[in-house]
T-cell receptor, first 115, second 112 residues
Framework: EAQVTQNPRYLITVTGKKLTVTCSQN?????MSWYRQDPGLGLRQIYY???????DKGDVPEGYKVSRKEKRNFPLILESPSPNQTSLYFC??????????????FGPGTRLLVL | GQQLNQSPQSMFIQEGEDVSMNCTSS?????WLWYKQDPGEGPVLLIA?????ELTSNGRLTAQFGITRKDSFLNISASIPSDVGIYFC????????????FGTGTSLTVIP
């Protein structure tokens, strides 16, 4: 089954404790992206990747890192989480770059609470 | 960052009624997309629009890419209870490469 998986689905942590949210897709997609969703703000793009070893900042990259060592995986790293990073995070992928109506498939989301 | 203004924020309608929502941006977009998000899930693409003036349908859903390239509209005809959810517009500004921007969402409630 074609899908985007994220782990963990729920995470409670404390300020400053490094964490990684994994994202994996089994569709051989080139384009992958991370978003955060906050009430009243919709989804905002954090980082995206056009292909292996090619990543770029989205609209709200501060406080986040990503890597794309393999095509299928695109982990989101919070080196020193802060309470303002409490949010719902979505990973998404599409076959090629996400323009021209390429369908982005979204993962189920990771709900993060930073105390 | 880019601002996408989506309205209305929420709608409560009777089953069978038609629904209209729109999205405007401060700059020109190359692509407009409409997504639906069910509770506890990620957004799912409904309709993609590629050029100004384009009108595209997907079942009871119809969306249009505004002539100015700064707006888009989504209409749902004869609403049913399973239309409940949050609808998001999204797109790519012509000057911003491969970045995506999403609207703030329209929450739709359909009363049986």
């Amino acid at each position: 089954e074609a899908q985007v998986t994220q782990n963990p689905r729920y995470l409670i942590t404390v300020t400053g404790k490094k964490l990684t949210v994994t994202c994996s897709q089994n569709m051989n997609h080139e384009y992958m992206s991370w978003y955060r969703q906050d009430p009243g703000l919709g989804l905002r793009q954090i980082y995206y990747s056009m292909n292996v070893e090619v990543t770029d900042k989205g609209d709200v990259p501060e406080g986040y890192k990503v890597s794309r060592k393999e095509k299928r995986n695109f982990p989101l790293i919070l080196e020193s989480p802060s309470p303002n990073q409490t949010s719902l995070y979505f990973c998404a992928s599409s076959l090629r770059r996400g323009g021209l109506g390429e369908t982005q498939y979204f993962g189920p989301g990771t709900r993060l609470l930073v105390l | 960052g880019q601002q996408l203004n989506q309205s209305p924020q929420s709608m409560f309608i009777q089953e069978g009624e038609d629904v209209s929502m729109n999205c405007t941006s401060s700059s020109i977009f190359n692509t407009w997309l409409w997504y639906k998000q069910d509770p506890g899930e990620g957004p799912v693409l409904l309709i993609a629009l590629y050029k100004a003036g384009e009108l595209t349908s997907n079942g009871r859903l119809t969306a249009q890419f505004g002539i100015t390239r700064k707006d888009s509209f989504l209409n749902i005809s004869a609403s049913i209870p399973s239309d409940v959810g949050i609808y998001f517009c999204a797109g790519q500004p012509s000057q911003m490469g491969n970045q995506f921007y999403f609207g703030t969402g329209t929450s739709l409630t359909v009363i049986p």
